[in-house]
């Protein structure tokens, strides 16, 4: 009985220990799921063999817009037809597609799977295709004897060959690009993401790059380009452009004995200018929004400094500090002040923040002493006149202004009328105080003469001004004194004391006689 009660005790632990762990059900479910596609996908890919396995598999990409009109654009510049008229006007063409583009002489275009094109170009362009020209210069050149002053048909003899495409033109990436070089010349553009485009452009040896990265880089070092007839020149070129500009999100240009630029963001800009007498270095804080406040005039401004190859940019300068150049030194904006104010006064002109030409626009320099124009004295600019020009805002604020001092300037005439004006008034005010001063002997003088003949009191008035001015006064305040009782007496007193009498008063003053009444 103990062994069969140690046996069960013994036994009872090893039917109650817990079982060994289970995967919960959905790990199950999803290693179920995993090992299924596994054995479908090796029995595909053994079923259909490598070429339709690769068939099958959905894009990971969708097709470069910039790639599908680099491949309109290559199988037109790239084809049989078009190389043969290159080759016959002498100049290397190429273009690029989504697969990468040929080398034809020296444009290059095998670095580029967006829409980019090389082109050089002869130093001089002759219209001639080289087949006819080839022909016609044996011609001359064998009857070259009998030119007279060196001319047949007014084309010099002997003709020399045909100028020939030198130089190299590359591009770079799968945004947009173009280069252009002649005359031994290197350039480079170099783009990336669709929305980049970068041009460069170089003549005589000289070298051109340009780099960007969603926005647009411009680097160009060219020679004109003159444009012949068999030799004879049609007074028609293509125009030389030397200029660089930047503006993205980064960008960066340089172009030999030009310049040099760089803008990161559409913020931050740079630049070197190479062409001024002194070279001028460049920083600025640019406005990006600008052209989505003011898209027509920064559209207008970017296209008329293109056609006249110009470099352009889309954004506007809240700030940009100019060393060097013409003006040395130079803190100008395109917002704020959009001219120089000025001051005229006594015939002279005042200039505050008079103007600096940055980059090809005249701006207010703030940095800038004022400017003095002296001219001949002009009395009648007693007032000075203030002008204060528009300021402009960014963000498309409205702007203010402008305003001038609506103060006219004094005339010598006016001028002249104020000054007597003046001392007429300072002779009134003191004449007030000494009749205060004299008030009671004026009441008595009035009252003695009163009381006399006629002709006494005539001579009384005439002969001192004092007493005509009293006399004058008491006809004046006649309604609170009384009727005046001797006649004689009333013609000096209406002559001096009515309004004209006052200002005739005030002339005879001036002429520092006064007046005297004919005795009776």
């Known amino acids: 009985m103990a062994d069969v009660l140690t046996r069960r005790e013994t036994a009872r632990p090893e039917r109650i220990s817990a079982p060994s762990p289970r995967p919960p059900r959905h790990r199950r479910f999803g290693i179920a799921v995993v090992a299924l596609l596994s054995v479908l996908a090796i029995g595909l890919g053994v079923s259909m063999g490598e070429g339709q396995a690769r068939a099958a598999s959905l894009p990971t990409s969708t097709p470069s817009p910039t790639g599908a009109i680099g491949d ?35 444009a290059d275009c095998t670095g580029s799977t967006g829409t980019g094109v090389a082109v050089v170009l002869p130093t001089t362009i002759d219209l001639v295709p080289d087949a006819a020209y080839t022909l016609a210069q044996q011609v001359f050149n064998a009857v070259s004897g009998l030119a007279i002053n060196g001319k047949i048909l007014g084309v010099t003899v002997p003709i020399p060959d045909a100028a020939l495409p030198e130089g190299s033109a590359k591009v770079i990436g799968d945004g947009f690009q173009f280069a252009l070089a002649s005359g031994g010349g290197k350039a480079t553009a170099i783009s990336y993401l669709p929305l980049s485009l970068a041009t460069a452009g170089a003549s005589d040896g000289r070298t051109a790059y340009a780099f960007a990265i969603i926005g647009m880089a411009n ?15 049609t007074g028609t070129s293509i125009p030389s452009i030397k200029n660089v500009s930047c503006y993205g999100v980064l960008t960066a240009a340089y172009a030999e004995n030009v310049g040099a630029c760089a803008n990161v963001l559409g913020t931050f800009d740079f630049k070197l200018d190479q062409l001024q007498s002194i070279p001028q270095v460049q920083f ?18 970017a296209l008329g400094k293109f056609v006249a190859g110009q470099g352009f940019t889309l954004s506007k300068d809240f700030t940009r500090l100019s060393l060097g150049g013409d003006s040395l030194l130079a803190l100008t904006s395109d917002y704020g002040l959009s001219a120089p104010i000025t001051v005229n006064w006594l015939g002279s002109t005042i200039t505050i923040y008079p103007t600096a030409t940055i980059n090809g626009a005249a701006r207010p320099n703030m940095l800038a002493l004022p400017q003095i124009v002296t001219g001949n004295l002009d009395t009648s600019q007693i007032i000075p006149i203030i002008t204060i020009p528009q300021i402009t805002f960014p963000f498309g604020l409205a702007p203010f202004g402008p305003y001038v001092t609506s103060t006219p300037a004094l005339t010598t ?20 105080v000494a009749d205060d001063e004299t008030g009671t002997t004026s009441s008595s003088s009035r009252t003695a003469s009163s009381s006399t003949t006629p002709s ?22 006649s309604t609170s004194s009384g009727t005046r009782t001797s006649a004689p007496s009333a013609a000096p ?6 309004d004209t009498g006052a200002d005739s008063g005030s002339t005879q003053s001036t002429g520092g006689i006064p007046a005297a009444s004919p005795a009776s």
């Open 219 to 233: 680097a160009w070092t060219t020679s004109a380009i003159p444009i012949e007839i068999f030799t004879i020149p």
């Open 72 to 106: 309109v654009i290559a199988a037109l510049a790239n084809n049989g037809v078009t190389q043969v008229l290159a080759k016959q006007w002498r100049f290397d063409l190429c273009s690029s597609d989504s697969d990468g583009g040929p080398t034809n002489g020296g």
């Open 284 to 301: 600025a804080l640019t406005d990006p929004t600008a052209v989505v406040f003011n898209p027509a005039q920064v559209l207008t401004t």
């Open 456 to 477: 006494t009191t005539t001579s009384s008035t005439t002969t001192t001004p004092s007493s005509s001015s009293s006399t004058s006064r008491s006809s004046q305040s």
């Open 413 to 432: 005439t006016s001028a002249r009328t104020l000054a007597a004006t003046k001392s007429t008034t300072s002779r009134a005010a003191r004449s007030a």
């Open 493 to 498: 007193t209406s002559s001096a004391g009515t």
